[in-house]
């Protein structure tokens, strides 16, 4: 259920895909969106061109569970987007899945974006008194609607003025008659990467994308940068937002991007192991076995394991084949979910002191039944290690971290999350030892990067406009440490 607080605002999770210039972009962008299902299994859509005519096709649930072999071949042409999408609750109809599509004096448009927007309900209150009707309470239709009430004369220029006008996060895809446009907001919130197949091109949310389809990496769209790739294959760059120090998100590498991939110029793998070390080296305790949550916590409990010397057992087994279901949102379908989704494998744990590694802690329920569990299965000990600093802050640019009453280290002290998990001990990452988890190269352990760390600090680098968001997040006159 949506919670009082954030009534009205749609937090997303979302993967984006454009192939451009390829016989088969539907079925590469079906691959594509394949290798993003992480990013969101609510719904799953594609746009295609051909012959200056929009196909599109949408549907609730997963990518290979949902689009056919019929649906993609509904999808011709040589351009293609798609998009995956979660939404936490509010908006968990086929309307708000996207790729939006809209019929402008360009022709018909087609967009599709990852990120939340901060300034999307005063815009959509504006457009909506100046006569815009909505048929969604997506953020991306506020986009459409200001585009298409531009003056300019190409859609080129239009998605500009438009994109000047909106704050927040946003990795976007369009596809229209002008060519293919991909974009990341100036503070380079969300990852997006540039791939080349064959003669053609792919944009990803995720290089787990790229892999898939075994198209080379080129390099990252950069903060603030519109790339457009028109009919005739030629492919420009501009910066036309004001310039700003990016702040690519820090739980992209903590959580949310596939491990596989490389965004923000790292490997996701190697920051999460170096996470897991610098875990043991600030919270390391005497115990028999490291075990991971799989599978969010592998790669951490690995590095846990290596710097400590404590053995690594894989004492949770994971089950695949557990479905998303239309009630998963609920409380109730999480606590049962756990259950659903892992099972201790009893024989290693008996006796054991065990130390379980987990790369987050949001509201602490799934934390409390691991526990359970493996206490259960005969551990001695049980030590809950957290691959990240405390969640303390709602994240209003686009990961589903719900409002500050729900998140457990919003609300209790360290002892007192160790007591409601029922452990033996806690220890979370500290930010340095994230900041130096995540840095690449630096001898200091650093290289200037600065992260968005609102979820860990409560201080957020893009303004929020919108009240709702506003009113959850840290009084910028208040000291409370983050
Ligand atoms: P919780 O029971 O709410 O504390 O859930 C914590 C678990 O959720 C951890 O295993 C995380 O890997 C995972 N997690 C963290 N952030 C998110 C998110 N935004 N969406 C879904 N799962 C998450």
């Not at 089950?319 to 979910?337: A, C, D, L, Q």
Request: glycine share 8%; aromatic share 6%.
């Amino acid at each position: 259920m949506l919670p009082e607080e954030l009534d009205g605002v749609l937090v997303e999770e979302c993967g984006v895909v454009a192939t451009v210039d390829h016989g088969e972009a539907s079925n590469l962008t079906y691959l594509g969106l394949h290798a993003l299902q992480h990013r969101g299994q609510e719904s799953v859509g594609i746009a295609s061109l051909c012959s200056n005519s929009m196909h599109i096709r949408r549907k609730m649930g997963r990518v290979a569970e949902t689009l056919t072999p019929e649906d993609l071949s509904s999808l011709p042409g040589d351009r293609a987007i798609g998009h995956v999408r979660y939404s936490t609750a509010g908006g968990s109809v086929l309307r708000n899945a996207q790729p939006i599509f809209v019929e402008l004096r360009f022709g018909p448009v087609a967009f599709a974006h990852n990120g939340n927007l901060t300034n999307a309900d005063v815009l959509r209150r504006q457009l909506e008194s100046s006569g815009s009707i909505f048929h969604s309470t997506s953020d991306t239709e506020v986009i459409a609607h200001l585009v298409a009430r531009s003056r300019k004369d190409s859609l080129e220029e239009a998605l500009v003025e438009a994109l000047l006008q909106v704050r927040g996060a946003y990795s976007l895809v369009v596809l229209s008659r002008e060519g293919v446009h991909a974009v990341r907001d100036a503070h380079g919130v969300r990852p997006l990467v540039l791939g080349r197949i064959e003669n053609g091109w792919m944009v990803a949310s995720e290089t787990s994308s790229l892999d898939l389809i075994r198209a080379e990496f080129v390099r990252e769209i950069e903060p603030g940068e519109l790339l457009t790739f028109d009919p005739s294959g030629l492919q420009r760059s501009q910066r036309p937002f004001a310039p700003v120090t990016p702040t690519p998100c820090i739980f992209e590498l903590v959580y949310f991007a596939r491990p596989d991939s490389t965004i923000f110029g790292r490997s996701v793998y190697a920051a999460r192991v170096n996470m897991g070390r610098e875990l043991a080296r600030s919270t390391s305790i005497g115990a028999d076995l490291v075990v991971p949550v799989p599978d969010s916590g592998v790669p951490a409990a690995l590095g846990y394991s290596r710097e400590s010397g404590v053995p690594f057992e894989l004492g949770l087994i994971r089950s695949h084949y557990v479905g998303r279901t239309f009630i998963e949102p609920s409380s109730s379908i999480r606590h049962f979910g756990v259950k659903l989704k892992l099972n201790p494998v009893a024989g290693l744990l008996r006796g054991k002191r065990v130390v379980v590694v987990d790369d987050s802690v949001v509201r602490g329920t799934t934390s409390r039944k691991i526990v359970k569990m493996i206490r259960e299965a005969g551990a001695s000990e049980v030590h809950f290690r957290v691959a990240s600093p405390p969640t303390r802050w709602p994240c209003f640019y686009g990961i589903d971290t719900p409002v500050r009453s729900q998140l457990i280290a919003a609300t209790h002290s360290l002892d007192e999350i160790r007591d409601y998990i029922t452990a033996d001990s806690i220890g979370y990452l500290t930010m340095e030892g994230l900041r130096r988890a995540c840095a690449v190269a630096g001898e200091d352990g650093t290289d200037g990067t600065r992260f968005c760390e609102a979820c860990f600090s409560g201080d957020y680098p893009i303004e929020l406009s919108d009240e709702a968001r506003r009113s959850n997040a840290k009084d910028p006159a208040s000291d409370e440490a983050g």
